[in-house]
């Protein structure tokens, strides 16, 4: 990273913080949006999930995770320069030679730690969705910190250091459409193909026990997603303005793309369909935001609503019981996007963009081929140290990962919490 110290702008830094307080309200947002899409016995047992991850990924955050993401100049992990913290308030250390970022940040880099934080937070918490129903909250426990510092910290180090060797490479990403949806995604598939189908799918039906939470959720997560995309600006100018923009335009394309594919194959256009595909769009969108103007964002919701929708129906057919659609939605979501942007991002948009897409004057396939590398690792590492970390899990805790049968049957919110979401006796 590079500061700018002697130009600190109060403006960016107001920005930033209220950017970080928006996506960590994204967090609550997803636990409701989970919530009311599970049965009512494990509704708790999905917000718990969620909401333990702004303590224990917050805390490893600012013990190691940050340091590794952002610290020293090598292209594979960070170091041990700020750990605890240390020195993240008073000093930084400079850009390595040669090394050119978006620009100069005019705010402190405590602020930059702590909007990244919120990052670190919702990522993992997105996994809670494919297994939900299902798995021991000890081992949710252990796998979201593993998961945290092994898997996510790496990856930011690699899109959003300067010195990571995708960054280097020329991939982009404007908010996290690999470090977050694609690597949430991947590794969602890998957790359920070792924890299993949930008992009686898909042969009973499971459906939402509360579409009213799920719609609240989802304008939450919405309204929070500006701070996601246009916070990534780095301050509160032009392409922070453009990154809104297209983060709202993306997610209300991708909502109609939605339910026309919806209505065409069902003959319904529902709330749960409204709500899926506005989060498709949002997914979509965000390694795009602040590249690319115009039409691109319509365009890029529009697909990304259809394709997704398409993409959960092979669940069943594959099958494998991603429980909330994590890998129909935030994978695949996550891949329209990334993909995407090599035919739409356009340097008049953001001089960040060295290499023009496709479809924009002068374009080529370099930034194309940049972003497959980028996919595919992204996708080869998380899949893979994901499944190492569930196997493991499986032979090391007591009882495994996943809960009894019988505790599957009576509910996670009685079994794991000795609570009850919901309680309807006379008082």
């Not at 610290?71 to 050119?100: C, H, Q, R, S, W």
Request: glycine share 12%; net charge negative.
């Amino acid at each position: 990273m590079l500061f700018d110290f002697e130009n600190l702008n109060a403006g960016d830094t107001a920005w930033l913080l209220a950017s970080a307080a928006l996506v960590m309200f994204m967090t609550p947002g997803l636990a409701l949006f989970y919530g009311g899409m599970v049965r009512t016995k494990n509704v708790l047992a999905m917000l718990m999930q969620n909401f333990f991850a702004l303590g224990l990924v917050s805390v490893l955050w600012g013990l190691i995770g940050y340091s590794l993401a952002f610290g020293g100049d090598g292209p594979l992990i960070g170091n041990f320069d700020f750990v605890g913290l240390k020195d993240v308030a008073t000093m930084y250390p400079p850009d390595p030679a040669g090394v050119e970022w978006f620009g100069l940040f005019t705010f402190p880099p405590v602020v930059f730690a702590a909007y990244q934080m919120m990052f670190a937070v919702i990522t993992p918490a997105l996994i809670t969705g494919a297994i939900a129903d299902r798995m021991r909250f000890s081992a949710w426990v252990w796998f979201l910190g593993l998961w945290a510092v092994i898997v996510y910290t790496p990856v930011a180090h690699w899109v959003f250091s300067p010195s990571g060797w995708l960054f280097e490479r020329g991939a982009l990403d404007f908010a996290g459409g690999t470090v977050v949806h694609i690597n949430a995604g991947i590794a969602a598939l890998a957790a359920v193909l070792v924890l299993g189908r949930r008992r009686g799918w898909p042969e009973r039906p499971m459906p939402p026990h509360s579409l009213p939470l799920t719609l609240l959720g989802t304008g939450i997560l919405w309204f929070g997603w500006f701070g996601f995309n246009a916070g990534s600006a780095g301050a509160a100018n032009g392409v922070a303005g453009q990154a809104f923009m297209n983060t709202h335009m993306a997610a209300a394309a991708a909502m109609l793309g939605w339910l026309v594919v919806e209505r065409i194959k069902s003959g319904h256009a529902t709330t749960l369909g409204a709500a899926s595909g506005a989060v498709a769009g949002l997914v979509a969108i965000t390694p795009c935001a602040g590249f690319v103007g115009g039409i691109a964002p319509l365009i890029i919701g529009a697909v990304a609503g259809v394709v997704c929708f398409l993409a959960i129906q092979l669940k069943t057919r594959l099958g494998y019981d991603d429980s909330l659609d994590v890998v129909g939605v935030h994978l695949v979501g996550g891949l329209v996007g990334s993909l995407l942007l090599a035919f739409f991002a356009d340097p008049a948009i953001n001089a960040a963009v060295a290499e023009p897409g496709i479809f924009i004057t002068d374009g080529g396939t370099a930034l194309l081929v940049d972003q497959l590398v980028a996919v595919g690792a992204t996708l080869v590492f998380s899949f893979v140290l994901t499944f190492v970390i569930v196997k493991a899990l499986d032979v090391l805790l007591p009882g495994g990962v996943r809960v009894p049968e019988e505790d599957e049957e009576t509910g996670l919110d009685l079994t794991q919490h000795s609570e009850v979401g919901y309680s309807f006796a006379e008082r």
